[in-house]
């Protein structure tokens, strides 16, 4: 069967993720991108995987520095996420959208506000079509404290924004955890 890059992208559309901005540094600069496919991978050891288009500026830098930081945004953080995904903003993305950010324990440039946070080293690299895939070892992680608990995740679906709505919510009824 044959279809278009849009038509997958719409068919796609129907899954919905959460979003994130993939951060690195390239000559002491923080850089980010907007990037809603990330995965984890792996819990023994703790990895994760990021797909980044290899057109994209960020993509170079991560091979070359061999690590990357991963922000979850929350649901107040879609300006990030539009500037951080190119949008004709200002600040813009060169100027790292004006965003307020501090280093992590290994240095990455972390966001203020994400509701979580991880810091990867790349082990492994596969490309896949027309991505790179970035397999991250999780060096340090945060939840985002107490505050973030109360904040839900910024979430991507058809092209649009979503946020969750407090309503009742039910446990998954599937293997239980260790």
Known sequence: MEFDSGR????????ATGVTVVTT???GRPAGITVNALSSVS????LVMVALDRRRFITPMVRALGRYAV???GEGQQALSDCFAHADVTPGRKDFCGAAWHPGSDGLPL??????????????TFSAGDHDLFIGRVDTLDDGGRDAEAIGPLLYF????????????APVKGKPED
């Open 71 to 73: 922000n979850v945004l």
């Open 43 to 46: 819990l023994q050891p703790p």
């Open 8 to 15: 997958f992208r719409q068919v796609m559309g129907r899954f």
């Open 111 to 124: 966001l203020d506000g994400a509701i979580a946070t991880l810091e990867c080293t790349v082990v492994e």
């Open 25 to 27: 540094l390239e000559g």
């Open 158 to 169: 058809r092209r649009r924004y979503l946020r969750i709505e407090r309503g009742a919510d």
